[in-house]
């Protein structure tokens, strides 16, 4: 009973059935298309949100100042080990000339360092950092640990955006994951509808073809392709419409990246994200036809 | 070999629809079932085909314990069984073809099988011309005999029929039970409830009489 040709019948019996009532067909693929494609398009405008927020490693600087009696050396392995360290973007040492001039030129005290007679700043080491790259705690034990480095005396950092940006992050994540688990609920339910008027519509064809001894797989088996067939085109679909608004959107974004001076594209759909939104679509609507012909079934056959 | 050994039948807050029935139809041969409307035939039928359940005794079929049969086994067990009904049960939206090729599909039948084997049981009942038909077009026999070859394309064990002349005139009535006798006469056992009791004389077949669910002077013939 599960050799091929049964399954290529019922296969070809599903898209029969649905191409009887194209209109019906596609209304049902574009529902399903629509809720699919909010949830998948906010995480994608999480993405690439994101994506912006990492780009903004200017924010999380970290200073290292060294210390006085700091070798060479010490610089050296210090400065290795911190373009080593996860997260980090930039390394950039800032000399104590180097700093002395910046000082002077931002703070206008000349005059007052001249009588000190020495050069009291120190040499520090400039850490840029991807604010998203570990969580606000990793982030302060990394720059804990730096601080206790031979020729380091001290760090400086403002850690606290990080925490507060990451906690909204988090917050988008988790309410987009709970918009996407009722859409999903959604998307079961508008198939298992659907699929419960073919099988009203069918129900003579069921009644028959279990008197003559067909199975419940049997019976069920052309819904199921019916629901994985509008599922994977809805997949599909949801995929042009995240694309096609992205399209959209990327020439005013390009505009609004220009006045900020600098450029952003915006991420659409991967490869292997499509395709496992297509196949999460297809799952969707295999699961919402075979509930609603599963209870049909159970009601109905003997 | 169908028995039915003490069966009884009977629904929640009704009488007795089958009482203590005990009958015997031995492999191959062909019965009539009688009785007036109300006395039980279709219930024992829809037994026969597992349809309803035994409240309480044995039924016996080709050795199968129908009675306690598991529900997965149903299926297959329908698939030993060719059923006939008075309203015919076609697909209106399917031609002649696919009603009868319906009874092999669920089998798991190959797509060229199904075309000689229907194209067969449709010659058998003479409507060899009349495969591209659909059901609207012909008159109420050949509709009867779609049903009928739909019943026996897949040469079941056994065939049964529920009242099949029913809304069929005398002529047509009798060409009808003729083609269950012929199937008789290849070694299917056959069970038809008729009450078109002109029939039933001609016929000379064995008969089980049912009366208010009890079985009454069964006529024991040789067909």
Redo the contacts between chains.
Sequence with gaps: ?S?L??RR?AAQNALNTLLKQPLATLMTIFALAIVLALPVGLFAALNNLQQLLGQWRDQAQISLFIHQDATEQDIQQLQKQLQGSTGVVNVRYVGKEAALKTFEKNAGMTAAIKILGENPLPASFIVELNPLSESPAALQAQVQKWARQPGVASAQSDLHWVARLQAILALGKRAVWILAIMLAVGAILVMGNTIRLHIAQRR??I??????????A?IRRPFLYQGLIQGAIAGILAWIIIAITIAILQGPVDRLATLYGTRFQLLGLTGLEGLILIIISAILGWLGSRLAVGQHLDHTF? | MIEFINVTKHYPGRHHVLRELNLKLPTGQMALLTGPSGAGKSTLLKLLLRLEDVSHGTLMVNGVDVSTLKKRHIPAYRRRIGVVFQDHKLLMDRDVFNNVALTLQVSGVSGKQIQSRVRAALEKVGLGNRIHNLPATLSGGEQQRVGIARAIVHTPEILLADEPTGNLDGSLSTEILDLFRDFHQHGTTVLVATHDQSQVERLGLPVFHLEQGMLQNSKEKSA
């Design positions: 009973m050799a040709h049964i019948e003579d064809e009644d028959i073809a279990s008197l003559v001894g067909a199975t419940r049997f003997s």
